[in-house]
């Protein structure tokens, strides 16, 4: 599998050591430990914000923001090493919603104000976020959307629910789609709104997933009242706010992560020619795959499909390799997290069950494909 030491220039190399040292020297015991037995991609509050917090005490809890707004200021490579050092040493995932969902379109549609307000709150982890996007009834389908927000002197009253909000029951802020106008297409009249979540008429109800975890949730508004000041972007023009960013939710990278994990089945392999064959046609696919971030990363090629592409070929990819450990690492893994049980076999079930809905959201997979051949073949 890709290994990218060999290829590191003297200054890559010294800052891949720069990385390698800070993380062994900051990152506790025992977050790696919780991280470890962590199944989701996002991990609990309670582990990833302490983590962030020594990250953005050293600048780097946002390698992909621009110096400007508090990055660090890295090209691609460096991001890439960063990210890779971070998946060997067991770091804990930092939350997505904030950092690398929301924070993008704040700096693009945002005003001075918003900007000034809420960047620094996410970097420090102050504000933890969560997406209002996906309801009953409409999430392949997000134009559908029903959430109801109807002007009332300077506020909007909302009426409705959203459904699978990922940590609602932690986060503070909302970022959410809502129903502006019923006229013309309902594209048309969306509008993106950022919500405190202590605002009264806000009601969350858990959802638990096939694995056990409470991670998801549905959200009630019952004429909650949002500022129409907390509106990104222009009224009924929230679905280009919302496609801004799916690109940043759908893209990423994958290939670090899925290598690691590769790597551990493999070492759990035993000398079973069949399975061992599934396991190099996995290498072979994650060394595509990661040179496809690589090009995303450093905006090569058709910029505009990676988004699409880099989410169904990393949900895939990841899917498949759940199957080759619950393959080979067998029945102890159904006894999900007993504590006499290795971290890599507590956790196998577990993940296989949660990982199942990772090429449905953020869109589906085949709506991922539509969306390529579109641009391909127009």
């Given at each position: 599998m890709a290994d990218m030491d060999t290829a590191l220039s003297p200054e890559l190399s010294a800052f891949r050591d720069e990385v390698r040292s800070f993380i062994a020297a900051n990152l506790p015991d025992d977050l790696r430990r919780a991280a470890r037995r962590t199944p989701s991609v996002f991990h609990d509050p309670d582990v990833s914000l302490p983590w962030q917090r020594i990250l953005n005490a050293r600048g780097w809890a946002a390698p992909d923001w621009p110096v400007e707004f508090g990055g660090p200021g890295w090209d691609a490579v460096q991001r890439y090493i960063f990210i890779s050092e971070c998946v060997a040493a067991d770091a804990p995932h930092l939350a997505p919603m904030g950092l690398k969902m929301v924070a993008p379109v704040l700096m693009h549609y945002g005003t001075p104000q918003q900007q000034a307000y809420y960047l620094p709150r996410i970097l420090s982890g102050e504000d933890y976020w969560c997406q209002g996007f996906s309801e009953p009834g409409s999430g392949s389908d997000l134009a559908s959307l029903r959430l109801r927000a109807d002007r009332d002197g300077s506020d909007y009253v909302l009426n409705g629910s959203k459904i699978w909000t990922t940590h609602a029951h932690f986060a503070n802020r909302m970022f959410c789609l809502v129903r502006t106008s019923a006229e013309g297409k309902p594209q048309a009249g969306i509008s993106f709104l950022l919500?405190?979540?202590?605002?009264?008429?806000?009601?969350?109800?858990?959802?638990?997933?096939?694995?056990?975890?409470?991670?998801?949730?549905?959200?009630?508004?019952?004429?909650?009242?949002?500022?129409?000041?907390?509106?990104?972007?222009?009224?009924?023009?929230?679905?280009?706010?919302?496609?801004?960013?799916?690109?940043?939710?759908?893209?990423?990278?994958?290939?670090?992560?899925?290598?690691?994990?590769?790597?551990?089945?493999?070492?759990?392999?035993?000398?079973?020619?069949?399975?061992?064959?599934?396991?190099?046609?996995?290498?072979?696919?994650?060394?595509?795959?990661?040179?496809?971030?690589?090009?995303?990363?450093?905006?090569?090629?058709?910029?505009?499909?990676?988004?699409?592409?880099?989410?169904?070929?990393?949900?895939?990819?990841?899917?498949?390799?759940?199957?080759?450990?619950?393959?080979?690492?067998?029945?102890?893994?159904?006894?999900?997290?007993?504590?006499?049980?290795?971290?890599?076999?507590?956790?196998?079930?577990?993940?296989?069950?949660?990982?199942?809905?990772?090429?449905?959201?953020?869109?589906?997979n085949e709506i991922q494909r539509d969306i390529i051949a579109k641009m391909m073949l127009g």
């Amino acid at each position: 599998m890709a290994d990218m030491d060999t290829a590191l220039s003297p200054e890559l190399s010294a800052f891949r050591d720069e990385v390698r040292s800070f993380i062994a020297a900051n990152l506790p015991d025992d977050l790696r430990r919780a991280a470890r037995r962590t199944p989701s991609v996002f991990h609990d509050p309670d582990v990833s914000l302490p983590w962030q917090r020594i990250l953005n005490a050293r600048g780097w809890a946002a390698p992909d923001w621009p110096v400007e707004f508090g990055g660090p200021g890295w090209d691609a490579v460096q991001r890439y090493i960063f990210i890779s050092e971070c998946v060997a040493a067991d770091a804990p995932h930092l939350a997505p919603m904030g950092l690398k969902m929301v924070a993008p379109v704040l700096m693009h549609y945002g005003t001075p104000q918003q900007q000034a307000y809420y960047l620094p709150r996410i970097l420090s982890g102050e504000d933890y976020w969560c997406q209002g996007f996906s309801e009953p009834g409409s999430g392949s389908d997000l134009a559908s959307l029903r959430l109801r927000a109807d002007r009332d002197g300077s506020d909007y009253v909302l009426n409705g629910s959203k459904i699978w909000t990922t940590h609602a029951h932690f986060a503070n802020r909302m970022f959410c789609l809502v129903r502006t106008s019923a006229e013309g297409k309902p594209q048309a009249g969306i509008s993106f709104l950022l919500i405190d979540m202590d605002t009264p008429g806000i009601r969350i109800s858990p959802i638990h997933t096939l694995a056990g975890d409470h991670e998801l949730n549905q959200v009630f508004f019952d004429d909650v009242r949002v500022p129409q000041a907390n509106r990104l972007g222009a009224e009924n023009d929230g679905w280009s706010v919302a496609k801004h960013l799916l690109a940043f939710e759908r893209g990423g990278v994958y290939a670090p992560a899925l290598v690691a994990r590769l790597r551990e089945v493999e070492r759990a392999c035993p000398e079973d020619p069949v399975l061992r064959q599934k396991i190099a046609r996995q290498a072979v696919s994650l060394e595509a795959l990661q040179a496809i971030e690589l090009k995303a990363l450093r905006k090569e090629g058709p910029t505009a499909m990676y988004p699409s592409i880099l989410k169904v070929l990393g949900t895939e990819a990841s899917q498949a390799i759940d199957v080759l450990a619950c393959d080979i690492l067998g029945t102890p893994g159904w006894r999900a997290r007993e504590a006499d049980l290795p971290d890599d076999i507590a956790v196998t079930v577990p993940r296989y069950l949660n990982n199942r809905a990772a090429s449905i959201y953020a869109g589906s997979n085949e709506i991922q494909r539509d969306i390529i051949a579109k641009m391909m073949l127009g």
